[in-house]
């Protein structure tokens, strides 16, 4: 699991996955940011199912509030939307992911590890699958107070 610390702000939620990582290359860490950003989490195949997924998330939720952060967020791939595409807008099918209606590999793990949907990013980064759409997913720290957003 990779993360950076960024300043995000809840009200300019348009980005793609080159923009917030540097290109992958992370060399726009800032120490004084507000949200910890996950860039990528894998499991390797034969370990999957064992929860080591939840754990890692679970891990990031405490650094979010050791640091005082305001929530982590990442960029999540929905590779099951290809399927549904010509009948469904991204939002609409991350709804129905969200009201339990259809499985998303990526956005129902999430789910899962209490992460929400904050907005469906559109050119996000180049995936066959999710037709380059993501959901920017977050989890808020709940000891942290934080304006109500616009």
Known sequence: M????????????D?????????GYIRNHRPDGNTL????????PPYRKLGLGKWLMQSMY????HLGLDRLLGGGRMPGYHC??????????INKVVAGELND?????LLR????????????????????HAVLM?????????PRKN
């Open 2 to 13: 990779t993360g950076l610390i960024v300043d995000f702000d809840p009200n300019h939620t």
């Open 15 to 23: 980005h793609t996955w080159e923009e917030i990582t540097d290109g």
């Open 37 to 44: 950003y996950v860039v990528d989490i894998c499991v390797s």
């Open 62 to 65: 405490e650094v979010v509030v």
């Open 84 to 93: 549904y595409a010509t009948e469904l807008s991204p939002e609409a099918y």
């Open 105 to 109: 590999p990526v956005i129902t793990f």
């Open 113 to 132: 590890c209490r992460r929400t949907p904050l907005a469906v990013v559109h050119n996000y980064l180049e995936d066959e699958e999710s037709l380059n």
């Open 138 to 146: 977050e989890w808020r720290n709940p000891f942290k107070q934080m």
